[in-house]
């Protein structure tokens, strides 16, 4: 797609959540006629071209899908987002070089990639030592302190909400060569502990472990960076464009990382009368499945980062989920490995859980839905839905590491985006409704007061 006069934009942010792009595009947009617009916000992939593939995709499958308002236009988000590269087809993550993995998280954090650089070579070092038998285990532990804090020091200021930063227990590790041994095992990297088969030594499983404490600090980081982009990108962007096109609705649309991007623009909108939002569709989140969650309502007694936002979406907030995707299903809580073992006497399940796995937890009013939508599915404002998409999103030959997790360019996908859109566009005519009756009631009153 390119360009505006095929009723599409590009929204550009860098990581602090500031527009790059020239000229006035809330002017455009409000100028364009539009009644919708759809705003969809890719995940972890830093290539302009991917997303702009999956946009190119996802944005046609909507505009033809049944019901799809005829004045739809299409917006575009991208933001600098990579954690980390998919192994070779049938290896293991282990077989991806320190130096491979510290180039590819440098195109997401050009200020480190210095420190990344040297991180990647202790590990190939360190792995090399251990295949050679070339380093005593006081200068192989050295070397993994060295790591440590290196590690501590480009991801150590990364922040994210309460619900959703199981990830930094294993930056903050104060043992990092038995935690990331432990970390090897939970990811698959390396044999569990005692199977000496292949280990060398002590120090392989620890190095791949240090492989994996990267794959994770780095996941932790994009997750943070996507609700910083949305509070202080996208949020902003949707109050002015609300302001200069008060009947245009707005559709958000967000996949992995950038649902939770799309839905933290929801705490960037500061009152429910600033946003132009319709419809929230999160389509296989990368984020908390608590976020949304009230305190009284949690089995942990904790809010999430969004239980106050939610009425900034006049219409359905809906969620995805698929056993397919492996991502959010297995990684994402491996991520908080070590977390969870600081919760151990928490009873409650999957605390550490994503969107993806099982969509919204502990919200209300909430309803459950499955994909393909049953003909005459009729959705309602203001209602949390978990999506079941494992008839649809379930191709698992497209990652060896994800799954189907990005295996959502389906017209079922697109129809339950617009059947959100839908019900979203008749909740917002009806709260226009109700305002403009409250305001003539108003006028009328105060009219009559004067007469008297």
């Not at 002017?27 to 539009?34: D, P, R």
Request: some cysteine.
């Amino acid at each position: 797609m390119d360009g505006s006069a095929s009723g599409y934009w590009q929204l550009h942010f860098d990581e602090n959540g500031t527009a790059t792009d020239p000229g006035d595009l809330v002017a455009e947009i409000a100028g364009s006629g539009a009644t919708d617009l759809f705003v969809m916000s890719h995940g972890w992939d830093n290539s302009e071209g991917d997303a702009e593939a999956l946009y190119s995709a996802m944005f046609p499958l909507i505009d033809s899908a049944p019901g799809a308002p005829a004045q739809s236009r299409y917006l575009g988000v991208f933001w600098p987002s990579i954690w980390f590269p998919d192994p070779p087809a049938g290896a293991t993550d282990a077989a991806l070089s320190g130096a491979q993995i510290a180039s590819s998280l440098a195109r997401s954090v050009p200020e480190a990639a210095a420190p990344l650089a040297t991180m990647g070579s202790l590990i190939d070092t360190g792995l090399g030592h251990v295949e050679a038998g070339t380093a005593t285990p006081a200068e192989q532990g050295a070397a993994v302190e060295q790591f440590h804090g290196m590690l501590q020091s480009v991801f150590g200021g990364t922040t994210a909400s309460t619900e959703d930063d199981g990830e930094s227990a294993v930056i903050a590790s104060e043992n990092p060569q038995r935690d990331y041994a432990a970390l090897a095992t939970t990811m698959g990297s390396a044999p569990p502990a005692g199977d000496a088969e292949g280990l060398g030594d002590i120090f392989g499983p620890i190095w791949n472990g240090a492989k994996d404490a990267l794959r994770v600090a780095s996941f932790y980081q994009m997750k943070a960076r996507a609700g910083t982009v949305g509070a202080k990108g996208l949020g902003p962007f949707l109050v002015r464009l609300h302001a200069a096109a008060p009947a245009l609705r707005v559709h958000l649309i967000g996949h992995s990382f950038g649902a939770r991007l799309v839905s933290f623009a929801l705490s960037g909108i500061g009152a429910p009368a600033q946003s132009p939002v319709a419809s929230l569709t999160l389509v296989q989140g990368a984020f908390s499945h608590w976020s949304f969650t009230q305190a009284a309502d949690s089995p942990f007694a904790e809010a999430g980062a969004l239980c106050a936002v939610a009425d900034r979406v006049a219409g359905p907030l809906i969620s995805t989920f698929t056993t397919a995707d492996w991502a959010v299903g297995k990684w994402y809580p491996r991520a908080s490995f070590l977390a969870q073992q600081d919760n151990e006497d928490t009873a409650a399940p999957n605390r550490w859980g994503g969107m993806g796995s099982d969509g919204y937890q502990s919200v209300t009013p909430s309803g459950d839905i499955s994909l393909p939508l049953a003909p005459g599915t009729a959705l309602a404002a203001g209602t949390f839905y978990r999506a079941d998409a494992n008839a649809v999103i379930r191709d698992t030959s497209q990652s060896s590491f994800a799954g189907a997790h990005s295996d959502i360019r389906h017209p079922e996908v697109a129809e339950l985006i617009v059947a959100a859109a839908t019900a979203g566009a008749a909740a917002q005519t009806a709260q226009a409704g109700a305002q403009t009756a409250g305001s003539q009631g108003a006028g009328s009153q105060a009219a009559g007061t004067q007469a008297r």
